[in-house]
């Protein structure tokens, strides 16, 4: 490649990168889902549109791993552990069981109905079998539901991927498969090392990036990726779930407080809309529409018996034991959104030489994109037609800190989001413990110092110096006043964080 190709190469990627960013804005006010219109743009660069050529399944594969990496890891550094806390055993067992349901419900109706062999009608099964992370956490964060439902279809989006990946290579193989006793110990032993990778990677670096200063902001960001890409990589290495491992690692990463928070978050969400971009444009050139008509009633059908028959099977199996109401479950079988994650799967069959794995991969791709069309933006509407929702949810209180090593403090940013409980709380009246103050309030673009009577407003900005003995009993106490209000610790009612000691006036 010369500087001249380079050239026109950067061109390209820039106007299809403004392109794409402006179709988000797009989706936004149409409800579409952005992934189908970054599939629409790769299908019109492709041979059948401007006529890009380009068939490279394995360079696609490789790439779209490493892009569910990273959406991963966007979607694991926002997952909050406090939310999904309670759901966790319900996800895990809806990621394993629900996801065995699935697959085989899917590969029932794909046999007798489409006529596939049962290894190939297996083989797609699992392909579908599992929802897709940035599906779901782009169009869930929309959709003002119970935090419990939210948090359940989050860790159910991380977790499945794990399963399915090794169902869709097992399956894909050209020899004979493994007893099926054999596939399970195997998924299990992946998944528990996997599991063990991630926490273990987690909880060490949160350890090192609380303790270590480092010299730049920019740094953390980059430090918090490599953490996460360690997992992957490590769990990969040992033959374990490398995509359980990353997740896991991030949602531990996202919910230790690490120094420039937001800072961190905002990175992954970059890189995430990059990895989104790149991952799906790459699929729609590898799409050859000319080749897809024989696709569209199998794909139409399959269609059918995964989201109106194997989901709410699945959902019932995997809910019912939780004592989960029918209207939530009927919510979660809407939800479970399919995006590129099957598209990307579906490169695997390509790689391996499976039998009729074009034709699969057409399938697959007519599946996601119809369905996705007509499952995200109606989830609004059966969310109210179920009467399920919370009107709009007040946000987390937004606090990064900077470890202000010299001088054996900390400073902390505190952005008040709409709803929080702090707007119209005096100064005084956050009652921080001693070693930690208000120095700086920032307000509309001006900033003034404030004094004890200072009324703090929802958008207001605080810099909070704090010691290094007290600085983490600060943010606890600031995020029980965001709770809980003014009188957040005098008072023991639900909305007072319970992991904040009352204190005594004065």
């Keep these: 490649m010369t500087v001249d190709h380079l050239n026109e190469l950067l061109l390209e990627s820039a106007v299809i990168l403004l392109v794409a960013v402006g179709a988000v804005r797009l989706s936004t006010r149409t409800g579409l889902p952005s992934l189908l219109l970054y599939l629409g743009i790769g299908v019109l660069l492709g041979q059948n549109g401007i006529g890009i050529s380009f068939n490279n399944a394995e360079l696609t594969q490789v790439l779209g791993y490493a892009a569910l990496v990273v959406i991963l890891a966007e979607g694991g550094l926002k997952t909050s552990w406090k939310a999904i806390k309670p759901v966790v055993p319900a996800a895990a067992v809806l990621a394993t069981v629900g996801v065995a349901v699935s697959v085989f419900v899917t590969a029932a109706g794909a046999h007798w109905l489409v006529g596939l062999e049962w290894r190939t009608a297996l083989l797609l099964g699992a392909i579908v079998s599992s929802t897709d992370a940035a599906a779901v956490f782009s169009v869930l964060r929309t959709v003002p539901l119970p935090k419990r439902l939210t948090g359940l279809l989050e860790a159910e989006s991380g977790f499945n991927d794990a399963p399915v990946v090794i169902l869709v290579v097992a399956f894909a193989t050209t020899g004979e498969l493994d007893s099926w006793y054999v596939l399970l110990g195997t998924i299990a032993l992946e998944l528990v090392i996997g599991a063990?990778?991630?926490?273990?990677?987690?909880?060490?670096?949160?350890?090192?990036?609380?303790?270590?200063?480092?010299?730049?902001?920019?740094?953390y960001p980059i430090a918090v990726l490599g953490l996460i890409v360690l997992a992957y990589a490590g769990g990969a290495l040992l033959h374990a779930s490398g995509f359980l491992a990353a997740y896991l690692a991030s949602v531990i990463l996202g919910n230790s407080k690490l120094p420039h928070g937001p800072a961190v978050r905002g990175f992954a969400d970059g890189l995430a809309w990059i990895g989104q971009i790149g991952m799906f444009v790459l699929l729609g050139l590898l799409v050859t529409p000319a080749t897809m008509g024989s696709a569209i009633i199998p794909g139409l059908v399959a269609g059918t018996v995964l989201v109106f028959v194997a989901r709410p099977l699945s959902v019932m199996a995997s809910m019912t034991p939780f004592r989960i109401p029918w209207q939530e479950q009927a919510l979660l079988s809407w939800a479970g959104l399919r995006g590129a994650v099957p598209i990307v799967l579906a490169t695997i069959p390509l790689v391996s030489g499976a039998a009729d794995a074009e034709q699969l991969f057409n399938v697959v791709f007519i599946l996601v994109v119809v369905f996705t069309l007509l499952q995200g933006p109606t989830l609004p509407m059966v969310a109210r037609w179920l009467k399920i929702g919370e009107g709009d949810l007040g946000q987390d209180l937004g606090i990064e800190s900077a470890p202000l090593e010299k001088l054996h403090g900390h400073l902390l940013s505190v952005q008040l989001a709409t709803g929080s409980r702090?707007?119209?709380?005096?100064?005084?009246?956050l009652r921080l413990p001693k070693g930690a103050a208000v120095t700086l309030v920032v307000r509309e673009g001006s900033s003034f110092v404030p004094d004890r009577m200072t009324v703090l407003r929802e958008g207001d900005e605080l810099l909070v110096v704090t010691t290094d003995e007290v600085s983490e009993a600060a943010e606890l106490r600031l995020r029980a006043v965001d709770q809980g209000g003014k009188l957040a610790g005098w008072l023991h009612n639900a909305e007072a964080s319970p992991s904040v000691p009352r204190r005594k006036a004065g």
């Design 422 to 429: 702090m707007s119209g709380v005096e100064v005084s009246e």
């Design 196 to 219: 063990t990778v991630g926490l273990a990677v987690g909880k060490l670096g949160a350890y090192a990036m609380r303790r270590i200063a480092l010299p730049s902001s920019g740094l």
